[in-house]
């Protein structure tokens, strides 16, 4: 075995033993997706995530950025945390996308990634190398898939060569030159069922999706007032969302991840909506610090638990959102307004109305507003671009 392919089966021994599931190499070179980046940026596409827009030339071409970067590292960690379907799930665990409902995946691969790193630069001593996870520009999952780790699915997701799509991504990139693995091949074929089941029509074809339309946008990333077109569309999800997954063929028969860094939080199966609608700052911080739910902040989080509340119609939470039309904060208690008009009754409305005759806040006034008179749901949905 040349050298060089002899690294690269102890690289992939150590991961296994680390805990970083399957490893590959790929080779770090300009993206084969720059022209496909660029439309779906020109379309508007990214959203608010302004920031896709100022890392796309660093992104597309590594070598910019890392001009020392020869080879990298992909590593593709399964994460599946349970048996069963979500919907028979505790708590609020079936609100949550399944790869939050543990420890923050972030410090547990950058460790993992750091230790085989460090067993690298041991093994080719003077090698430049860095760790990345869902951090910098770095399109990962093409990345993966020029690794041989899999393929693009049409939902974006990369899936893994023997199935199963619930993986977490992270590279080491290297100087050092290393033999690449083979490219797995598309076996997506003619299903579309991914597309046929998104909830809000996200996946306009394809490979390409519309982030104001996802529920993992919109729970996660967006920062003001959803929509209120699509407040229902969030159906159950207060953080993220599995549905493509979910339907797709080649998750069916894939074992949970047996790895404990993954194991559900049992807090989760006993906390509820009503509690999430009562999260202020100080509860909020202490109780997801170090975890992904801390990504959407406070008033994320409680902003999606009251629109779940109206769309599950959750008695105890829609009891909580009287509360919250006093929050300090306006996005919370607008949501708040809109989450008791929908749950309908005189009372529900009279406090409400009492809300915004105390709101002092123009922007969450004229909200509160809308939600009373039914504009905020009475118009058509946006059309599909």
């Known amino acids: 075995m040349p050298a060089g392919r002899a690294l690269v089966a102890r690289l992939k021994e150590k991961a296994a033993a ?20 660029r439309r779906w940026l020109d379309r508007g596409l990214a959203s608010s995530m302004s ?19 020869k080879s990298a590292l ?23 996308a399944r790869y939050a409902l543990g420890p923050d995946y972030h410090f547990t691969l950058r460790a993992r990634l750091t230790s085989l790193m460090e067993f690298l630069g041991r093994e080719a001593p003077g090698t430049t190398s860095r760790v990345y996870v869902d ?14 780790l899999g393929w693009f699915g049409k939902s974006t997701n990369l899936i893994l060569r023997g199935g199963d799509s619930y993986v977490l991504l992270g590279e080491i990139l290297t100087s050092l030159l290393l033999p690449p693995d083979e490219p797995a091949p598309d076996r997506c074929g003619t299903c579309t069922a991914c ?9 306009l074809e394809p490979y390409v999706v519309d982030s104001s339309r996802c529920i993992s946008y919109l729970t996660i990333e967006h920062r003001g007032r959803i929509p209120a077109a699509r407040e229902r569309d969030l159906g159950e999800w207060i953080f993220g969302c599995d549905i493509c997954q979910e339907v797709c063929p080649w998750n069916r028969k894939i074992a949970p991840a047996r790895d404990p860094a993954f194991i559900t939080d049992p807090r989760l199966e006993h906390e509820t909506l009503a509690d999430v609608v009562r999260l202020d700052d100080a509860s909020f911080a202490d109780r997801f610090a170090g975890t992904a739910l801390a990504r959407t902040r406070r ?18 939470a829609l009891d909580a959102a009287g509360g919250a039309l006093a929050d300090a904060d306006p996005i919370v208690r607008s949501t708040a307004a809109g989450t008791l008009v929908r749950a309908g009754g005189a009372g529900n409305r009279r406090r409400v109305e009492g809300a915004l005759r105390a709101e002092r806040d123009t922007d969450t006034a004229a909200a509160i507003e809308e939600a009373l008179d039914g504009r905020r ?3 058509p949905r946006d059309p599909v671009l």
């Open 18 to 37: 680390l805990g970083l599931g399957t490893l590959g190499v790929a080779p770090v070179a300009p993206s084969d997706h720059a022209a496909a980046l």
């Open 51 to 69: 920031w896709m827009e100022r890392t796309a030339i660093d992104s597309v071409d590594l070598t910019r950025r890392f001009p020392w970067a």
């Open 74 to 96: 992909v590593a593709a960690v399964p994460h599946l945390p349970y048996d069963g379907a979500r919907d028979a799930q505790a708590g609020v665990v079936p609100h949550l």
């Open 135 to 148: 951090t910098g520009p770095i399109l990962e999952r093409e990345l993966a898939a020029r690794a041989g």
């Open 195 to 203: 597309i046929d089941d998104c909830p809000t029509g996200a996946i």
């Open 299 to 316: 008033r994320g989080m409680v902003r999606n638990a009251l629109i779940v509340a109206a769309n599950t119609g959750d008695g105890p």
């Open 377 to 379: 749901f009475d118009g």
